[in-house]
């Protein structure tokens, strides 16, 4: 059986000071919490340096490791591979393989690309996609009534706090 969402009730403002006072409160939370996360920003920003620092040599050594074992197993390939049998060798300690990637395009200039083929009669290598324009429908949306799978929705109200927000001022640039 599935529960119920647990609802919370929460007390009114009871006046127009009242609510003025909460609004300062959420400013100040907001505040805090934005506090916060800079903090774990900085804290993350500065685990991710040392272990960048901390990662540096050793990748230095593994492109090196990595590099040594390609040459040897290149210049090696015939026995490795069994004269071509087989794509990979089993060290014990690990294995290394050859692999083909499949052919793939690369496009720079897309739209330039598009033209030429057009104007070289090969426009069966143009794709058209094809959309709906939703901001027509909104325009006109008595015409799509009864259309299967088109759904206006209304527009809705939402409630917006925005408390005062009081920046700092910059002591440098007014000492200057």
């Known amino acids: 059986m599935a529960r119920k969402p647990k609802t919370i009730a929460y007390e009114a403002a009871q006046s127009d000071e009242d609510a003025a006072h909460r609004v ?3 400013g100040s939370y907001r505040r805090g919490l934005q506090s916060i996360e800079g903090d774990l920003s900085d804290a993350v920003a500065a685990l991710k340096a040392k272990a960048e620092q901390d990662a540096a040599p050793l990748r230095e050594k593994l492109v090196s490791e990595e590099a040594a074992v390609q040459a ?3 210049a090696n390939r015939a026995r490795l ?22 052919a793939s395009v690369s496009l720079k200039g897309v739209a330039d690309v ?18 709906v324009d939703k ?3 909104l325009k006109s949306p008595e015409k799509v009534k009864g ?10 109200e939402h409630f917006v706090i925005e408390p005062v927000e009081e920046k700092l001022s910059d002591q440098a640039s007014e000492a200057a």
């Open 114 to 131: 598009v033209e030429r083929l057009k104007k070289n009669g090969l426009r069966t290598f143009i794709r058209v996609s094809v959309t």
């Open 147 to 156: 259309i299967a799978g088109i759904t206006i929705v209304p527009p809705s």
């Open 24 to 26: 300062g409160l959420i």
């Open 72 to 74: 040897w197993c290149a």
């Open 81 to 102: 591979t069994n004269g071509g049998k087989k794509k990979f060798h089993d060290f014990g300690s690990g294995i290394i393989k050859w692999r083909f990637n499949t």
């Open 135 to 137: 901001e027509a429908i």
